[in-house]
């Protein structure tokens, strides 16, 4: 196991590495005058350049490049006009509109996506993997192609269309509960959930109609092996092959799911996130964006990678604690 961690963490540190490389250089070689656009339309030529050499955007594409990493890992001092501010490692820059640094601005937006992610997840997984297992277990039945027919649905509905219907239906005309507004979980729980349990829901509605379809075949798969044969001829009793057996063996593909939906929910949060209205990353990325602030752009992009080969190391390791089969290696 300790060589296994070792190697997944030398590859996640290689993977990072390429991506930064990949996301500074398409940024920051883009068409376009950063310059200008931070400074506004109304600064002077001379503003303009007082700006550039500020940002330090004169210097050749590979020194800022060297810096960033330098900041990443030792931190870097950054002259903001009229003093000089450290930013200590991991830095990631400073905000050209703001003179935010960028990761603190990313740390503070972060628990409200992290609540999304993490909230959505729990949820999807219980309707998902529950209706999978349902739907393997009925196969043939009336209520499997119900089952069926509902997750194709939702596959194919927008999460917005899901999300819009509930909030016009639960939320305006019920009243069952608030239109959302991020609460932080150490002021109160309770609100923190309730506030939340809306978008939540709206993005579990979705992502559970795909872990169904998935949880389905490869249960079907899982119970047509010899080995479940034999226990059938043993006389084991059906609900404690499929409980203990079977869905064990058919959570291997559910976990590499997992793991790249919870990942890159991180950078996809964007449509959910200013649907209803939740100061996250997602949206951050949005106003970043507009205003050409590519310090943070890189920055989320750079955080998004991050937890997308976390993820997928931590699926690894679940791998074999899912199914006994795997060997790490």
């Given at each position: 196991?300790?060589?296994?961690?070792?190697?997944?963490?030398?590859?996640?540190?290689v993977?990072?590495?390429?991506i930064?490389v990949?996301?500074?250089?398409?940024?920051?070689?883009?068409?376009?005058?950063?310059?200008?656009?931070?400074?506004?339309p109304r600064?002077s030529?001379?503003?303009?350049q007082?700006?550039?050499?500020?940002l330090?955007?004169?210097?050749?594409?590979?020194v800022?490049?060297?810096?960033?990493?330098?900041?990443i890992?030792?931190g870097?001092d950054?002259?903001t006009g009229?003093?000089?501010?450290?930013?200590?490692?991991?830095c990631?820059?400073?905000?050209?509109q703001?003179?935010?640094?960028v990761?603190?601005?990313?740390?503070?937006k972060?628990?409200?996506t992290?609540?999304?992610?993490?909230?959505?997840?729990?949820?999807?997984l219980?309707?998902?993997?529950?209706?999978?297992?349902?739907?393997?277990?009925r196969?043939?039945?009336?209520?499997?192609?119900?089952l069926?027919?509902?997750?194709?649905?939702?596959?194919?509905?927008?999460?917005?269309v899901?999300?819009?219907?509930l909030?016009?239906?639960?939320c305006?005309?019920?009243?069952?509960?608030?239109?959302?507004q991020?609460?932080?979980?150490?002021?109160?729980?309770?609100?923190?959930?309730?506030?939340?349990?809306?978008?939540?829901?709206?993005l579990?509605l979705?992502?559970?109609?795909k872990?169904?379809?998935?949880?389905?075949?490869?249960?079907?798969?899982?119970?047509?092996?010899?080995?479940?044969?034999?226990?059938?001829?043993?006389?084991?009793?059906?609900?404690?092959?499929?409980?203990?057996?079977?869905?064990?063996g058919?959570?291997?593909p559910?976990?590499?799911?997992t793991?790249?939906?919870?990942g890159?929910?991180?950078?996809?949060?964007?449509l959910s996130e200013?649907?209803?209205?939740?100061?996250?990353?997602g949206?951050?990325?949005?106003?970043?964006?507009?205003?050409v602030?590519?310090?943070?752009?890189?920055?989320?992009?750079?955080?998004?990678g991050?937890?997308?080969?976390?993820?997928?190391?931590?699926?690894?390791?679940?791998y074999?604690?899912?199914?006994?089969?795997?060997?790490?290696?």
């Open positions: 196991m300790t060589g296994f961690l070792l190697r997944r963490l030398i590859g996640a540190v993977t990072l590495f390429a930064s990949i996301i500074y250089v398409v940024f920051y070689a883009a068409p376009g005058d950063v310059a200008q656009i931070t400074c506004g600064c030529p001379a503003q303009v007082q700006v550039a050499e500020q330090r955007l004169d210097d050749p594409l590979y800022r490049y060297w810096d960033f990493l330098q900041g890992v030792v870097q950054y002259s009229t003093t000089v501010e450290h930013c200590g490692a991991p990631l820059g400073l905000s050209y703001s003179d935010q640094q990761t603190t601005l990313i740390l503070a972060l628990p409200v992290a609540s999304l992610a993490l909230g959505a997840m729990v949820m999807w219980i309707l998902g993997v529950g209706t999978g297992v349902l739907s393997a277990w196969r043939g039945r009336a209520s499997e192609r119900v069926t027919a509902v997750t194709l649905a939702g596959t194919a509905t927008p999460v917005f899901i999300g819009l219907l909030m016009i239906v639960v305006g005309q019920l009243q069952w509960l608030p239109f959302p991020y609460v932080d979980f150490g002021d109160d729980p309770t609100q923190w959930a309730w506030n939340l349990l809306l978008p939540w829901l709206s579990a979705i992502e559970a109609a872990y169904a379809r998935l949880t389905r075949a490869s249960m079907l798969e899982t119970l047509a092996d010899d080995h479940v044969r034999t226990f059938r001829a043993y006389g084991v009793g059906e609900r404690s092959i499929i409980g203990r057996h079977a869905l064990r058919a959570l291997a559910v976990i590499a799911l793991a790249n939906d919870v890159s929910m991180f950078g996809s949060a964007v200013t649907l209803f209205g939740l100061p996250g990353i949206r951050e990325l949005v106003h970043a964006v507009k205003d602030d590519l310090p943070v752009v890189v920055g989320l992009v750079m955080v998004t991050f937890f997308v080969v976390l993820a997928n190391a931590v699926a690894d390791v679940l074999a604690v899912a199914d006994r089969r795997v060997v790490l290696s």
